[in-house]
């Protein structure tokens, strides 16, 4: 049992940061219908931004926050209004390929900065630990989980309860009915991508603060992608469960079956359960099954 | 349209003179194959950075006997169809003698082109290349070799803690050739030394959480922890292994790729204690060293903000300078080519390049850049020396490749 | 390519793709140049037509999965690898001639194929594309992971023989690779405009009028991933035997992505538009590949770090450009430029 | 059949007799596409019987609905639209096509024998529906009349034993529908097969079917030749509603 715990709370901590990666991607996909890869690069800069405050120009934490929200809100709406705005009415199949051009030309950006290095916020907030039922829980992980479950409690409130929020809602139930009724379908684009990558980009601070800024960060997009499917890609419940399962799933798969096939398993995992809840549930846990008509 | 069209007529005209001006005296090529972008870029750009301000200086004193060195650093980005495709590319260069193949699939696959265009390749450390000679060369001794003067390292330290029975070994390291080359070898030595090896924990390059593969280490009671890995991600698994507590009770080691002075300036409370394994000169060692002084004067910054893998790079370059002697004074500029350049770097046996490595350990039959190791501990947030250079037991001939 | 005033008599003749003489000229003589490139071209450039012409068999393959059938696949970089690992093994440890063990490896990665394509029973669109992500990870975790394949060392497969005559340079397995690639291609121009092709894009336009018409979805989504992986295992063997080395770590996602972008540069549904976009992609690829060095050695003060890292960037803005600009691919710009050609000098 | 609770089609029961044109009606939402998908296997009713030539279909895959040689075209246009009218019309041949992958990549010798032999079976199709201009063209840019046509079309190149078109005249203007009435008509004569014809416009169909089957919230309410139909209070009082009853009082 302890053995579980063990792997399991770590497991939980990390599932929440993928939930919200995944959250960012199923926000732009409930309302563009465009899956996207770019979101891994808009978190590394997440990280990055806040690097750069606090590190770099040694602001004080809720400045350098403030400021990493700031460019990453810019940004968002920059790669909205650049590139993906022209494919409106393009298939998607061309916006997803967008969305993996973004991620190469941000990715050189990303790698000039880094130079191969790996960047850390060092001693930020070191709360300590406490230790429940023989597992040692940092207190930061504790934070950053609790940040994980404020977005995901801010987002739903945003949707139920603000005209924006509604307006989203119904963008994502059919585009061209809701313009006719008075939404402006390419705000709720613009807005929809810039929440979008705010919520990457806190996933992003978490994440580097975790495991430190290097070279591997933008791929948790990927990541993020499999547990929006896992989740069923327009569920944002979907969304924040399927990231909690598969985070401590990993660490299970790794822990318990590495030794028996050699290792290397924990990244597998991720594909071999998305493989078997598309076969089992083909739109995901929480995903809506469309009905054709003829 | 027209600015544009202007931009770009500018560019091509600064192009093509600098193009022009370059090929007009006589030089020789060093190709680098490198990944600046990728898994192992914290290894290849302060490395390559190295290797260019000293072919930088070198020019500017005139080269070797009048020969410039012209410098090329692709940026393969760990795949092999790029390393394969630079490499054909830039063959035809004049001259071309060197070749490093920096990442081991891309030095698999260079190897056999090099091999038939008889030039010289360098790779990391694959103990393969030594076991079976040809024109490959290894930077330093062989990772099997570090590995296996690690483990003597252990038992003194065993001995000198007082401790009865024998000490357990765990090895964590990339899930890949690479990853796994230290043992090809050093776990003969291991098992010949009488050390316990405990199951190898392998996990993918770019993963970001390692405390699953280290509670499994603690839970096989290991004394001892052999970290692979090109920084970060050696400093990465020891500060999960910080996280997990497992840094006090046992005694990690890196290899040569583990936490540069930047790596330990990044998570310094959790490093502490790490005793490094290298066959060049690390933390402030390095730093003190004349040479390093090219860093500043290249503009790349401060120098405490110098990575030391940027002394490897000036390494291969005075090995480079040095063959390159050799073979002018035998053959001339005129005959100079591949196979005179190999003769050459089968001569250098005994090169000293400036207290950086230990002599350097090319002959007919040895492809080590040199044999000798030394230790590094991270004692108050700064790597300080251990030991002196140590002269590393030869692992890679107890595996049959 | 008709010029104006070219009219057909018989079906055959409307049907067929070389309808002049001019044509048929056209071909021989390209034909000719291609076979003679070797002697001319240089080393750098017959190598760089190698890895084009397997560049193009595999997103020929593509093309008629995802370009035609309509179903996304990401699995392309890895059936490769299942091909090239096959051929190894079939030529390195059991001894078989490359010429039976080329077939053979692409249909082991057709029939292992059909396994990416099996969920496309119950699943489409974007879900069945990342359902090919996850078995390329799978794939590419295996293969490291098996006895067979070598482990992490990777194979070293020999070069192709035929008799005592080894085909182990680059001007020597260019006949091979140019003549596979022709081949492959002309099956695939075939295929695709007549019954199996038909099929493939009544699936891909409207799967549901497809079952009208008496089309069995599954069976033919299964047979699109068949072919697809079958030229994929064609490639990978082809590239084994080129390199000469398989490692595991050659076969990326990345490259099953950049696959796709060839897809998309060149143009879905049109085989043409394979060769404009590997053509366009790989030329770009290394351009940037080189300019970093280049870059750096004129420019000294820009380094080769930020001069590689910005070559990633241009790959990622020529691409966005691209999107933006010319979304349907320089096939369509072909295709405008074939019925100019066809209408000139009466332009309306 | 149910629809989540909402009863789509209950006990409708009526049969299609050889060479006849039998059109069922009714108002929106009656159910009229409901029974074609039933028919051709898109729906799986909960309940009942199709029997067709002695064979039960009931239950039947699409696909093997096509097989045994019935048609359909659709209400909302579901063509092949990256293909040109000559590909969409031999695209429906593929089930009298034999030739496989393999065959149709070598292409010469047998897969092109066929090819053209089925080639000229598509011509007359294109003759017969007057599309001879359009053979070339990608059906996606083609006029909505003319992409109704090629749908017809597509449906006939399967050479059907029964065929089911699915509001054929909707959304066209009058020269449209009596063209495409006239295609029907040719069709019927000249194919001589059963034709099930669903039809929202009550006064179109009377011209051109022999019999009538009128449908309302699922329910058959009327059968019989247009004349009959013509009279039936019921049908009048679905087609019309409320309105017809206040003029009754």
């Known amino acids: 049992m302890k053995e579980f715990l063990q792997l399991a709370i770590p497991g939980l901590m990390i599932g929440g940061l993928y939930s919200l990666v995944a959250a960012a991607i199923v926000l732009v996909y409930k309302s563009t219908r465009v899956v996207s890869l770019a979101h891994g690069q808009l978190l590394a800069f997440g990280g990055l931004f806040f690097w750069i405050g606090l590190v770099v120009l040694h602001l004080p934490l809720p400045i350098s926050i403030l400021l990493a929200l700031v460019s990453s809100t810019i940004m968002g709406w920059l790669v909205e209004r650049i590139t993906l705005r022209p494919l409106i009415g393009q298939p998607l199949i061309s916006a997803f390929l967008m969305t993996f051009a973004i991620f190469m030309a941000l990715d050189g950006v990303f790698q000039l900065i880094l130079k191969g290095e790996s960047k850390t916020y060092a001693t930020l907030l070191s709360l300590g630990e406490f230790e429940v039922v023989g597992v040692p829980i940092r207190v930061v992980q504790l934070i950053s989980f609790a940040v994980v479950l404020l977005v995901f409690l801010l987002l739903a409130l945003f949707f139920r309860f603000t005209k924006t929020g509604l307006g989203m809602r119904a963008t994502a ?89 050699g290792g290397g398993l924990k990244d597998v995992a991720a594909y071999v359960l998305l493989l078997i809840v598309l076969l089992v549930k083909p739109y995901g846990l929480f995903g809506l099954k469309r009905i054709e008509r003829v | 349209m027209r600015k544009i069209l202007c931009g770009v007529l500018i560019f091509t005209f600064l192009f093509v003179t600098g193009v022009l001006q370059s090929n007009a005296q006589k030089e020789v090529t060093y190709l680098s194959l490198a990944d600046y972008t990728a898994a192992i870029a914290g290894l290849n750009v302060p490395g390559d950075m190295g290797t260019e301000d000293y072919f930088k200086e070198l020019n500017a004193k005139g080269g070797v006997d009048g020969v410039k060195v012209k410098f090329i650093g692709v940026d393969t980005r760990y795949d092999v169809a790029r390393g394969v495709s630079a490499y054909k590319r830039y063959r035809a260069e004049p001259k071309l003698l060197v070749a490093n193949a920096i990442g081991t699939p891309i030095g698999k696959a260079v190897g056999p082109l090099a091999t038939k265009d008889k030039i010289v390749q360098l790779v990391p450390g694959d103990g393969e290349f030594q076991a079976n000679l040809g024109r490959i060369f290894v930077w330093g001794p062989t990772y099997q070799d570090a590995f296996a003067a690690t483990v003597d390292w252990l038992l003194a330290d065993w001995k000198k803690k007082g401790k009865t029975g024998m000490p357990k070994l765990g090895f964590i390291s990339w899930d890949s050739a690479y990853g796994k080359e230290p043992l090809r070898g050093g776990k003969e030595y291991a098992e010949k030394r009488g050390v316990t090896l ?16 280290l509670s499994r280490l603690a839970k096989a009671e290991v004394n001892y922890i052999f970290v692979g890995g090109v920084d970060p991600t050696p400093t990465n698994v020891i500060r999960d292994a910080h996280k997990l507590g497992l840094t006090k009770t046992i005694q990690f080691f890196c290899d040569y790729w583990g936490p540069t002075s930047l790596g330990v300036r990044l998570h310094p409370e959790a490093l502490e204690g790490t005793v490094i394994v290298s066959y060049y000169l690390r933390g402030d060692d390095a730093r003190k060293h004349p040479l390093s002084n090219l860093w500043v004067k290249y503009g790349h910054g401060k120098l405490e903000d110098m990575n030391e893998v940027y002394t490897i790079g000036m390494l291969w370059a ?42 350097c350990a090319y002959s007919p039959t040895s492809r080590r850049g040199s044999w000798e190791v030394r230790f590094y501990q991270v004692r108050a947030g700064k790597v300080t020396s251990i030991s002196d250079w140590i002269k590393a037991p030869d692992a890679v001939s107890l595996h049959k490749f | ?180 690639m022709l081949l492959m291609t002309y099956g695939a121009r075939n295929m695709v405009r007549t019954r199996v092709g038909r099929a493939f894009v009544a699936i891909r336009d409207n799967d549901l009028a497809a079952e009208v018409m008496g089309i069995e979805l599954y069976r033919y989504k299964l047979l699109a991933f068949f072919i697809s992986c079958f030229y994929a295992g064609i490639a990978g063997s082809l590239w084994a035997h080129w390199i000469q080395v398989v490692h595991p770590e050659q076969f990326t996602l990345l490259h099953a992505l950049n696959y796709i972008g060839m897809l998309i540069v060149g143009g879905g549904g049109s085989i043409p538009g394979v060769f404009f976009g590997v053509i366009f ?27 590689a890292s910005m070559s990633v960037s241009v790959f990622g803005i020529v691409l966005i450009i691209f999107l933006i600009y010319e979304p349907r691919g320089l096939a369509h710009r072909w295709e405008i430029f074939k019925t100019s050609y066809r209408l000139y000098p009466f332009s309306h | 059949m149910n629809f989540g609770g909402v009863a789509a089609l209950s006990g409708v029961s009526f049969d299609v007799r050889k060479g006849e044109m039998l059109a069922v009606i009714g108002p929106n939402g009656a159910g009229k596409t409901s029974i074609l998908n039933c028919i051709n296997g898109f729906y799986r009713p909960q309940k009942g019987e199709m029997v067709f030539e002695d064979q039960n279909i009931y239950h039947l895959p699409p696909h093997q609905i096509a097989r045994i040689g019935i048609g359909r075209t659709f209400q909302n246009i579901e063509l092949f639209t990256g293909l040109s009218v000559l590909d969409n019309l031999m695209a429906a041949r593929h089930l009298h096509l034999k030739r496989g992958a393999f065959a149709g990549a070598i292409y010469f010798g047998p897969a092109r024998r066929e090819e053209i032999r089925h080639r000229e079976v598509v011509e007359d199709i294109i003759d017969l529906l007057e599309m001879e201009p359009y053979r070339k063209k990608v059906v996606g840019l083609l006029p909505y009349g003319v992409r109704k046509r090629v749908e017809l079309g597509r449906a006939l190149a399967l050479e059907p034993k029964l065929l089911l078109l699915d509001e054929p005249m909707a959304g066209m203007n009058l ?75």
């Not at chain 3, 070219?6 to 071909?27: C, N, P, V």
């Not at chain 4, 063209?179 to 009550?202: Q, T």
């Open chain 3, 1 to 180: 390519m008709r010029p104006c005033g070219t009219f057909d008599e018989r079906y055959s003749q409307d049907m067929a793709i070389l309808r002049i003489k001019r044509h048929w000229g056209l071909l021989i003589g390209a034909l000719i140049l291609l076979y003679l490139f070797p002697l001319f071209g240089s080393y750098y450039f017959i190598s760089l037509v190698n890895s084009l012409c397997i560049g193009i068999i595999i997103v020929l393959g593509l093309q008629i999965v995802s370009g035609y059938c309509g179903q996304i696949s990401f699995g392309q970089a890895a059936f490769m690898a299942v091909g090239a690992y096959t051929s190894a093994i079939l030529t390195g440890k059991v001894g078989l001639s490359f010429f039976l063990a080329l077939p053979i490896s692409g249909i082991v990665a057709g029939l292992i194929g059909l396994g990416g394509g099996a969920p496309s029973l119950r699943i489409k669109g974007f879900y069945l594309a990342m359902a090919t992500i996850a078995i390329h990870f799978v794939v590419m975790w295996l293969i490291p992971h098996l006895d067979i394949t070598g482990k992490t060392q990777g194979l070293h497969p020999p070069a192709p023989q035929i008799g005592s005559f080894t085909f182990d340079s680059d001007e020597k397995i260019y006949y091979i690779i140019v003549t596979v």
């Open chain 2, 318 to 359: 005075m090995t480079f300078e040095a063959g390159l002697k050799i073979a002018l004074k035998e053959v001339g500029y005129k005959k100079l080519d591949g196979e005179a350049m190999y003769q050459a770097y089968q001569k250098l046996t005994g090169l000293e390049r400036a207290g950086l490595q230990g002599p």
């Open chain 1, 173 to 261: 139930e059919d585009h061209q009915l809701s313009q006719s009724t008075g939404i402006n379908v390419r705000t709720i684009f613009s807005l929809i991508w810039i929440i979008s990558a705010i919520v990457a980009s806190v996933a992003g601070m978490g994440t580097a603060y975790v495991m430190d800024i290097h070279f591997p960060l933008p791929y948790i997009g990927i990541k993020g992608l499999i547990v929006a499917l896992f989740g069923g890609l327009d569920s944002l419940p979907g969304a924040l469960l399927a990231g909690l399962i598969l985070g401590i799933l990993e660490n299970l798969f790794a822990g318990y079956l590495d030794p028996l096939v």
């Open chain 2, 198 to 213: 405990a199951p190898p924990e392998f996990f993918p390059p770019g993963t970001m959480d390692h405390t699953v593969y």
């Open chain 4, 175 to 249: 020269e449209e529908k009596e063209d495409m009435a006239r295609f029907i008509i040719d069709i019927h004569e000249l194919k001589n097969i059963p034709i099930v014809l669903v039809e929202h416009d009550m006064e179109v169909v009377m011209d051109i079917a022999e019999r009538l089957v009128v449908l309302d919230f699922g329910k058959k309410i009327a059968e019989g030749n247009p004349d009959e139909i013509r009279q039936n209070p019921l049908v009048i009082r679905a087609y019309l509603g409320e309105e017809e009853s206040d003029n009754n009082q």
């Open chain 3, 281 to 307: 992609l790989r030329l770009l690829d290394e351009g940037v590949m080189f300019a970093a060095p280049l870059l750096a050695s004129i420019f000294p003060w820009i380094g080769i770090h930020p001069a």
